[in-house]
């Protein structure tokens, strides 16, 4: 199973409403480590040895002029300032999660802000490519303060697919996923659960038999 390490920079976090939210989401995942960086002497060899325990490394941090606060940059150059300790990360996951004051929809060509988040964050892709990882697509949350409690309940369910779910956006990853935290609260006097996750096993069957009708049809 894929363990993560969350490194969150923010330069107030008991103050931020997303930071406490996303912190408490991660509380039921067991192979899920939160790790808020502080203005603090760095320890570049612990921090190093840190990093070396987990599979998938998340930077998550609110963007601040198109870029991330002070802190990480810091933590980044001290931890990194030797570029051969890059290899230390070869073959690892890297995401990030930006929270943003604006709508996601700014950003785009011909949009508001005129670029998008790929291209805003591209020195961290480099930064990947560098250390010989794999770059994950960035998830990004907007205007928090105004969701509306449904759409925190769909972005809990993504945030933690994107730190625990395997890199994989095919549909049957995602079903498999939701399969393995449904057995993993499920018990004998959870009748409910038991019937989703039935229901899920039979649209499975379902989905398996229309991609098999769908290959034969191109095969003809």
């Known amino acids: 199973m894929t363990k993560t390490l969350v490194i969150i920079a923010h330069p107030d976090i008991n103050n931020s409403s997303v930071q406490q939210f996303l912190m408490e989401s991660t509380q039921n995942l067991d192979n899920v480590t939160n790790y808020v960086l502080a203005d603090r002497i760095i320890e570049i060899k612990k921090e190093q040895d840190r990093l070396k ?11 601040y002029w198109y870029s991330a606060p002070y802190i990480l940059k810091r933590w980044m150059d001290e931890v990194f300032q030797d570029t051969s300790n890059a290899t230390m990360l070869q073959g690892k996951e ?28 591209r020195p961290f892709e480099a ?27 769909e972005l809990l369910i993504k945030y933690q697919q994107y730190l625990t779910k395997v890199n994989d956006d095919r549909f049957k990853a995602k079903e498999d ?4 935290k449904l057995v993993m609260y499920n018990n004998n006097s959870r009748d409910e659960l038991s019937a989703i996750l039935a229901t899920i096993e039979e649209n499975r069957d379902e989905l398996d038999d229309l991609i098999h009708v769908v290959r034969e049809m191109r095969e003809e």
């Open 53 to 63: 325990d987990y599979d998938r490394i998340i930077f998550q941090f609110p963007m």
């Open 177 to 180: 996923w939701f399969i393995e």
């Open 127 to 153: 930064f990947a490519k560098k250390c010989k990882m794999t770059y994950l697509p960035i998830f990004s949350i907007s205007l928090f303060p105004y969701l509306v409690e449904v759409e925190k309940k």
């Open 94 to 121: 890297f995401g990030l999660v930006v929270s943003m004051g604006v709508s996601e929809d700014s950003f785009a060509s011909g949009k508001k802000e005129g670029y998008t988040l790929s291209e805003l964050f």
